[in-house]
């Protein structure tokens, strides 16, 4: 089996990229392990593997005492002198035990061996590459479904979609062709395995980059996604260019940009909005198409305010389900309360009147501090 096992190493080698002493430092330990299931004796036992001629030996490893207890793990200082007269008590002698008819258990283990080894390497490298392809788009076959899963070849591994990343939508059929976002890939005991979505935010993103070049080139940043998948979204973007349009950019010509991607999700509408510094003007340009009358901060929780819109705009600012304000709420992360202009005279009176409360309580501590320091 010498010439058999050199050269299988070398195509190891050489085809799967797995070191030779990688494999040979297994192939040793898995023969001890079978030399002891055979032969019932491994405590003491080392095997070599010749790497010039492919031989391989066992050999028992014996210490050199004084008296002996255990002939299977000790020789006497007497033998042990015989063999050279240079060893010493606590010295390790090996003797060669290899059986006859190991060779025959020693082929099958190897061939075990390279065989994990294979299946071993080829993980890894299934698995580097898709760890690269984390946070990106890839495109897949459906292949089938269970009760769990939808899995979609993506050509050298199978990845699973769960339903959650499913979009309420759309109906997977086999040899269905799919855009997918990588969301994780894991390295299990079973080998590697891909994580995709069709309901992630971040799909929206890639799938920006994709249609829109000013978006993969940066001159046009997505700063906020809110997605509801496969009913609608909403996208917040900003120019670093004064001459260029950020939200026209991303709709293209006749809308040809967006809708290509509307066309990818099966018609998940998309809002397209302006992202501002000012979070007043931003959190109006969120709740488009809807006309916004004021913004209104809460004093002691700046990230909630109240929204005035005209009332023939009510119904259109909540919007269905109060899917527009909800989703607005998303990409600003405001609290947003929506009321119409109708309902604002009470509104106003009473902040007005918590306006008034908040300066008496400011200016009845400053009293306090000057009669303190009066009577000081």
């Known amino acids: 089996m010498s010439k058999e096992m050199l050269n299988a190493l070398d195509t190891l080698e050489a085809e799967k990229g797995i070191a030779k ?22 405590q003491n036992v080392e095997v070599e593997f010749d790497q010039k001629k492919g031989n391989i030996h066992v050999y028992a490893v014996k210490e050199v005492t004084e008296e002996v207890m255990d002939s299977q793990l000790e020789v006497s200082l007497k033998d042990a002198l015989a063999i050279n007269p240079a060893y010493e008590i606590g010295d390790k002698i090996r003797f060669e035990v290899t059986p006859k008819d190991f060779g025959r258990i020693a082929a099958q283990t190897a061939k075990q061996v ?16 898709f760890s690269q392809y984390e946070k990106e788009i890839l495109q897949g076959i459906v292949e089938r479904q269970d009760n769990r899963y939808i899995y979609v070849n993506l050509g050298k591994i199978e990845a699973v979609l769960s339903k959650q990343d499913q979009m309420l939508n759309e109906f997977y059929q086999p040899h269905d062709r799919i855009k997918v976002f990588v969301s994780r890939v894991e390295n299990t005991s079973k080998g590697p395995q891909v994580f995709v979505s069709r309901s992630h935010p971040d799909l929206l993103r890639r799938l920006f980059e994709q249609e829109v070049p ?12 809110a997605r509801e998948a496969g009913d609608r979204s909403k996208i917040a973007v900003r120019s670093f260019d004064e001459d260029i349009d950020p939200v026209g950019t ?57 929204v005035v819109v005209p ?17 607005a709420a998303k990409l600003t992360n405001h609290k947003i309360d929506i009321k119409p202009e109708s309902q604002m005279a009470e509104f106003y009176a009473q902040l007005d009147a918590q306006e008034e409360a908040m300066a008496d309580a400011a200016d009845e501590m400053m009293l306090e501090d000057e009669n303190l320091s009066t009577e000081e």
């Open 214 to 225: 000013e978006v993969y080139d940066g001159t046009v940043e997505i700063m906020s996604i």
């Open 114 to 129: 390279i065989l994990q080894r294979v299946r071993e390497a080829e993980r890894s490298i299934i698995y580097e590459e």
């Open 250 to 306: 991303c709709v293209g010509p006749k809308g040809q940009r967006v809708q290509a991607i509307v066309n990818e999700l099966k018609g998940e509408n998309m809002d397209i909005v302006e992202w501002d510094e000012d979070p007043a003007v931003y959190i109006a340009n969120a709740l488009n198409p809807a006309e916004v009358s004021d913004v209104i901060f809460d004093l002691e929780n700046p990230k909630s305010c109240t």
């Open 311 to 327: 009332d023939s705009q009510l119904s259109l600012a909540i919007g269905k389900r109060g899917q527009n304000a909800r989703l």
């Open 21 to 42: 002493e990688i494999v040979i430092e297994a192939l040793e330990a898995a023969l001890i392990s079978a030399y002891k299931r055979h032969y019932g004796q491994a």
